[in-house]
């Protein structure tokens, strides 16, 4: 993970989870040019975003699958 204010992503297109309700606050996600995913906060649109790797998104996204961060 790395934070990048050097990529532009004021083209990109961010989403939300379609399980966010459209008046709650949460993270949006937009694929970037070069294999890259954003991730910030919906509350601060303009400020910085945290940008992974492909690879490491894909990771995250099938732990979360498979419930590696359930809590006991």
Known sequence: MTLKRDIDHSGARWFKSTRSSATRDCVE???????????????NPDG?????????????????????????
């Open 29 to 43: 996600v937009a694929f970037l040019s070069s294999d890259l995913v954003g991730v910030r906060d919906s509350k």
């Open 48 to 72: 910085p975003a945290l940008v992974f790797s492909g690879g490491a998104w894909d990771a995250f996204a099938a732990a979360i699958t498979d419930g590696e961060f359930r809590r006991s």
